[in-house]
């Protein structure tokens, strides 16, 4: 079946799980994993005793397929999360998935799905979640002996309702992270502390919560499902330097872009909360948000908004427009950043 032929409104699809066809499982038991193999079971079987299901020992990565103007399929960096989920496997002991492996395997599922990719111009595409967890009969705090990777894939819309319409975010009372703590790791621990201030958050009109530095709380560092970013009035473009926020694929790509294709000037930086009015524009970005404009911040002092709370800020466009360009195959991107999916 083509995706033209599945009845899905490719154009409205949002950000919640769809089962597709097949998925993609390894076991790591006896101190290696598997080869690998594709299944339809989207269902896991596993000890009551997961280390994942009780001490968090669990990491993801998300990143896309998209389909390109002439039919063929895009993955963007994909180099980039097979290393960044090595890292989240090294922080809480769990044994690093093979790059070559990890690459193969994302191959291999968007192949086996090939028509769950949506089409070119619907604004939609092939998440794919690839995932560790600790397995295997266990009750002390400690490594798994058992482990499991998959990779699952959903197609998806617009992760913040309204695109590139801006939307507004708010201060979070909470820590999503500690100093020393996980949040430069992709692991479950850190969503689970972002659950309840997110839903805060949306139950209050705000898309999501945007949390301090947990050591001072004076300063930005991310949002609990994207890298922030702000435009000076001046035209630099800043991200937030932390020790504790996720190095977002995203947010590299970025600032790389803005100084190498725009000719601005690009900084990795502390964002004081109580400075936001040194910036004209500001956004959340990230795989799942790719580049949502942020209207204004609703803070402990009030509500600041930056460009407009209904117009897209002229060089948000141009970097979203960048961004999304290269990903779909517009736009010619930095050398190796493009992976073609062989059909
Ligand atoms: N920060 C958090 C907490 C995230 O969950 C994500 C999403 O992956 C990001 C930032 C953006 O990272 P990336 O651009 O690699 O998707
Ligand atoms: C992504 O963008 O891939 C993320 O991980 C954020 C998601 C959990 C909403």
């Known amino acids: ?39 339809e079971d989207n269902q896991l079987h596993i000890s009551e005793g997961s ?53 193969e395997a994302i191959q291999a599922v968007v192949k086996a799905n090939e028509s769950w990719v949506p089409p070119y111009g619907s604004g939609s ?8 967890i600790g397995v295997g009969d266990n009750l002390g705090i400690k490594p798994a002996t058992e482990y499991i990777f998959s ?19 708010i201060i979070s009372d909470y820590d999503r992270a500690a100093p020393q703590g996980t949040g430069a790791a992709k692991v479950g621990g850190n969503y689970a502390a972002s659950i309840l201030p997110g839903q805060d958050a949306r139950k209050r009109n705000f898309s999501d919560a945007i949390y301090l530095d947990p050591a001072t709380h004076t300063k930005i560092e991310e949002v609990g499902s994207a890298n922030f970013f702000g435009v000076t009035k001046d035209g630099t473009f800043v991200t937030p330097y932390s020790p504790s926020i996720l190095p977002s694929i995203t947010k590299y790509s970025l600032l790389y872009l803005a100084e190498h294709y725009l000719g601005m000037k690009a900084e990795e930086r502390d964002v004081y909360v109580d400075n936001l009015d040194e910036f004209s524009e500001a ?15 609703q803070t402990k002092d009030g509500f600041h908004a930056f ?29 190796g950043w493009i992976r073609k999916v062989e059909i």
């Open 125 to 132: 595409t092939l998440y794919l979640r690839p995932f560790v």
């Open 151 to 169: 990779v699952f894939a959903v197609p998806v819309g617009l992760y913040f309702k309204g695109g590139l319409t801006p939307s507004n975010f």
């Open 1 to 39: 079946m083509s995706a033209e032929k599945r009845e899905i409104d490719w154009e409205n699809l949002g950000y919640g799980y769809i089962k597709t066809d097949y998925r993609y499982i390894s076991y790591w038991k006896d101190g290696a994993w598997d080869e690998g193999t594709l299944t």
């Open 283 to 297: 956004g959340a970005c990230g795989t799942a948000a790719v580049i949502s404009p942020i209207g204004g911040i």
């Open 307 to 335: 460009h407009s709370e209904t117009e897209v800020g002229p060089v948000t466009q141009k970097l979203y427009d960048l961004l999304t360009g290269i990903q779909f195959g517009d736009v010619e991107g930095p050398e």
């Open 51 to 103: 280390t994942a299901l009780h001490y968090g020992q669990s990491c993801f990565e998300g990143m896309k397929a998209y389909r390109t103007k002439d039919g063929r399929i895009n993955l963007f960096r994909p180099d980039q999360n097979a290393k960044r989920m090595q890292k989240s496997c090294e922080r809480i002991m769990m044994p690093a998935f093979p790059e070559e492996q990890f690459l």
